[in-house]
């Protein structure tokens, strides 16, 4: 099945304590996202990678770091969370062909809260 | 600068009805458009998209949207609402020299029996 997943689902951590939360598409999909969602301001962008080495600043990219040294895997890490990312993550793939039209696959969402 | 406005955060609309859910753009050329969908503790579904060509466009479980240059909007619609329709949309837009995609803030869709 063509799916995006991520792992944790859920997590709660406290301030500072750095984690990883990973994203993996079975899609062979060149490019990739992180957004995050909050309440009252819809989807915002993190960063996004149009292929393995190749990643760039989306929206809201403070406090956050990716990573794409495979095509499949795009791991967000935060090095020292804070209370302010405690959020609802989601990753997503496309393909990338020649053009930017191609819609997104989404991941189920990582709610993490940071105490 | 890309960017989305859904003006209205919620919707609500009796079954049988038909729908309107909002959105219009700011984009530097010309856009590509998504509309998608969000159940509750779920991710976004791909609900369709315009590229080029005719502006009505249609897509999964019935809805289309119009495009509208010259209003910069691309309204979601569907003929007759159902309560499985509930859900919140987001409209998103990309531009077509980039491959960042800014979405709306969403629309809550209620659709009551």
């Known amino acids: 099945e063509a799916q995006v997943t991520q792992n944790p689902r859920y997590l709660i951590t406290v301030t500072g304590k750095k984690l990883t939360v990973t994203c993996s598409q079975n899609?062979?999909?060149?490019?990739m996202s992180w957004y995050r969602q909050d309440p009252g301001l819809g989807l915002r962008q993190i960063y996004y990678s149009m292929n393995v080495e190749v990643t760039d600043k989306g929206d809201v990219p403070e406090g956050y770091k990716v990573s794409r040294k495979e095509k499949r895997n795009f791991p967000l890490i935060l090095e020292s969370p804070s209370p302010n990312q405690t959020s609802l993550y989601f990753c997503a793939s496309s393909l990338r062909s020649g053009s930017s039209y191609n819609e997104q696959f989404f991941g189920p969402g990582t709610r993490l809260t940071v105490l | 600068a890309q960017s989305v406005a859904q003006p209205e955060d919620q919707v609500n609309v009796a079954e049988g009805n038909p729908l309107t859910v909002k959105c219009t753009y700011s984009?530097?050329?010309?856009?590509?458009l998504f509309w998608y969908v969000q159940y509750p503790n779920r991710g976004l579904q791909f609900l369709l998209k315009y590229i080029t060509g005719d502006n009505l466009v249609k897509g999964s479980y019935g809805f289309e949207a119009e495009f509208n240059k010259s209003q910069t909007s691309f309204h979601l619609k569907k003929p007759s609402a159902l309560v499985s329709d509930s859900a919140l949309y987001f409209c998103a837009v990309r531009d077509r020299t980039g491959y960042a995609l800014n979405f709306g803030k969403g629309t809550s869709l209620l659709v009551t029996p």
């Open positions: 984009v530097s050329g010309n856009p590509y």
């Open positions: 899609m062979n999909h060149e490019y």
